[in-house]
């Protein structure tokens, strides 16, 4: 199976909002409402930011949110702050075996 | 706290074996699936095994299939991946990660702790 389609990079300014994208197929995105997004800084251990599409785990910041429109998936972040400059993946459940996106290093300007 | 640690990484020559542990504290082991993820350096992730609470279902993805073992010891609170036949593009950081929901593999929804990660290198 193939990767989980995401945009290499994405930038945007302090206290602007971005979206990073998420393409699948009917066979996990779109099948599913098991989207998954992870946030990695360099040299440190991904963190879960997003789970069951829109969910998020307590501790993480409501400037992250997520959600579903047909097979892809979008992260949102809200009033960009310096320390949202990462790689962010997302993942899917599929029948077979969970997928990740190739990642999107995110700058913030 | 959660905390993973994971161990047994280390530089190996193609065709050998390395065997990975994980020790897991802060949480209730027996109560989750675990699962292996891997990243090359520079690259994105993929996951590369899981086994259910009691060991009863194991997944690998395809690549791997034939070559990996996953394992785990409820009563040690580890869990374990046995790498065989290890080839170059098997070079990469291996983390330990907990299952945020299920008790199984075969339900996958979100990996809510991660350890640090210990580095495979496959390399003559």
């Known amino acids: 199976q193939s990767a989980l389609t995401q945009p290499a990079s994405v930038s945007g300014s302090p206290g602007q909002s971005i979206t990073i994208s998420c393409t699948g197929t009917?066979?996990?995105?779109?099948?599913?409402?098991?989207v998954s997004w992870y946030q990695q800084h360099p040299g440190k251990a991904p963190q879960l930011m997003i789970y069951?599409?829109?969910n998020r785990p307590s501790g993480v910041s409501n400037r992250f949110s997520g959600s579903k429109s047909g097979n892809t998936a979008s992260l949102t972040i809200s009033g960009l702050q310096a320390e949202d400059e990462a790689d962010y993946y997302c993942?899917?459940?599929?029948?077979?075996?969970?997928?990740f996106g190739g990642g999107t290093k995110l700058t913030v300007l | 706290e959660v905390q993973l640690v994971e161990s047994g990484g280390g530089l190996v020559q193609p065709g050998r074996s390395l065997r990975l542990s994980c020790a897991a504290s802060?949480?209730?082991?027996?109560?989750?699936?675990m699962h292996w993820v891997r990243q090359a350096p520079g690259k994105g992730l993929e996951w590369v095994s899981g086994?259910?609470?009691?060991?009863?279902?194991?997944a690998y993805v395809d690549s791997v299939k034939g070559r990996f073992t996953i394992s785990r010891d409820n009563a040690k609170k580890s869990l374990y991946l046995q790498m065989n036949s290890l080839r170059a593009e098997d070079t990469a950081f291996y983390y330990c990660?907990?299952?945020?929901?299920?008790?199984?593999?075969?339900?996958?929804?979100?990996?809510?702790?991660w350890g640090q990660g210990t580095l495979v290198t496959v390399s003559s």
């Open positions: 990660v907990k299952d945020g929901y299920c008790t199984s593999p075969s339900c996958y929804r979100q990996l809510d702790y």
């Open positions: 802060g949480f209730t082991f027996d109560d989750y699936a």
């Open positions: 086994i259910s609470w009691n060991s009863g279902v194991k």
């Open positions: 009917s066979s996990d995105i779109g099948g599913y409402n098991f």
């Open positions: 069951d599409v829109s």
């Open positions: 993942s899917s459940y599929t029948s077979s075996s969970p997928l």
